[in-house]
């Protein structure tokens, strides 16, 4: 498998219902990062993760770091419709030099 | 809220043709990166950029590309001679010391024809 791989590849829910992605990676990291991107559009960076962190919370988002299985999860709460978007996990690795590297993203679709 | 912004947000060039793809960081940031993303496929890194050097580049970095920051605000991505296969949307990023994360511009989309 590859460097910061997102599970599941799709996921579709009902509005107000809390939707859980999962990323999975290889090496070592100086943090996590999170980003959603709308169909065509930029990347927006949602949260960040260091290393040396196992939880972070920003509004309906919640963010947790286990660097002993190698893995992260993104939390949703209440979702909307406008959350729908595809969600890319990014780690930054220990080499300084801040190189990202994204895993293929997970498709997440709300349902009015 | 201050941003990253990229122009343009679409080129159009024939295979041959050299591109440069313009981006404007935030002010205060120091490292500048860019990266593409191949249409349906994942972000891919290019390069980094700090202190007006490639701290890091790909092996996609090949000596077609190349990265510049000719004044205080700008910072550029050349394609010499581009191939088909360079059609991608390139994202510009930029970060500063707080270690708050990588912010991204809006994208160019590059389309080699």
């Known amino acids: 498998s590859q460097q910061g791989e997102e599970d599941p590849q799709a996921l579709s829910i009902q509005e107000g219902e809390n939707a859980t992605m999962n990323c999975s990676y290889k090496t070592s990291i100086n943090n996590l990062q999170w980003y959603r991107q709308n169909s065509g559009r930029g990347l927006v960076h949602l949260i960040l993760?260091?290393?040396?962190?196992r939880e972070k919370h920003s509004g309906r988002l919640r963010v947790t770091l286990d660097t002993s299985k190698k893995s992260s999860s993104l939390l949703i709460t209440a979702s909307r419709a406008a959350d729908t978007a595809s969600y890319f996990c990014?780690?930054?690795?220990?080499?300084?030099?801040?190189?990202?590297?994204f895993g293929q993203g997970t498709t997440l679709q709300v349902k009015p | 809220e201050p941003e990253v912004t990229q122009t343009p947000s679409h080129q159009v060039t024939q295979m041959g043709q050299e591109v440069i793809l313009r981006c404007v960081p935030i002010?205060?940031?120091?490292?500048f990166y860019w990266y593409r993303q191949i249409l349906g496929q994942k972000v891919e890194f290019l390069v980094s950029?700090?202190?007006?050097?490639?701290?890091?580049k790909s092996e996609i970095f090949d000596d077609q590309f190349s990265v510049e920051r000719p004044d205080g605000s700008n910072f550029t991505l050349k394609i010499r001679s581009t191939k088909l296969e360079d059609s991608a949307m390139y994202f510009c990023?930029?970060?500063?010391?707080?270690?708050?994360?990588?912010?991204f511009g809006p994208g160019t989309r590059l389309t080699v024809t």
């Open positions: 950029f700090y202190n007006n050097e490639i701290s890091e």
């Open positions: 990014a780690t930054e690795s220990s080499s300084n030099t801040g190189k990202l590297i």
């Open positions: 002010s205060n940031h120091l490292y």
């Open positions: 990023a930029s970060s500063g010391e707080d270690g708050a994360g990588q912010y």
């Open positions: 993760i260091r290393s040396n962190e």
